[in-house]
């Protein structure tokens, strides 16, 4: 992949994947909020984290010419 745009938008979904575990990781880690409010905040980052690695996985697939089944 030697187009920079490509390359921007893999780096780019990668580092929100990143900022979104971090997040996942401190709020298990060093809770914030109550239980139930704690809970909330790390299902949605998990579910961010799949979403985005989901996306990722499918731009890599289109602009590599993998076809998905």
Do not use: C, H
């Not at 187009?3 to 971090?22: E, M």
């Not at 579910?47 to 590599?64: G, S």
């Amino acid at each position: 992949m030697k187009d920079p745009r490509i390359t921007a938008v893999i780096d780019n979904l990668s580092s929100l994947i990143v900022d979104y575990a971090r997040r996942t990781a401190s709020e298990q880690y060093a809770p914030s909020r109550d239980p139930d409010g704690s809970d909330e905040v790390i299902k949605e980052n998990l579910a961010w984290v799949k979403e985005l690695r989901d996306i990722r996985q499918r731009f890599e697939n289109l602009v590599t010419g993998v076809l998905d089944s």
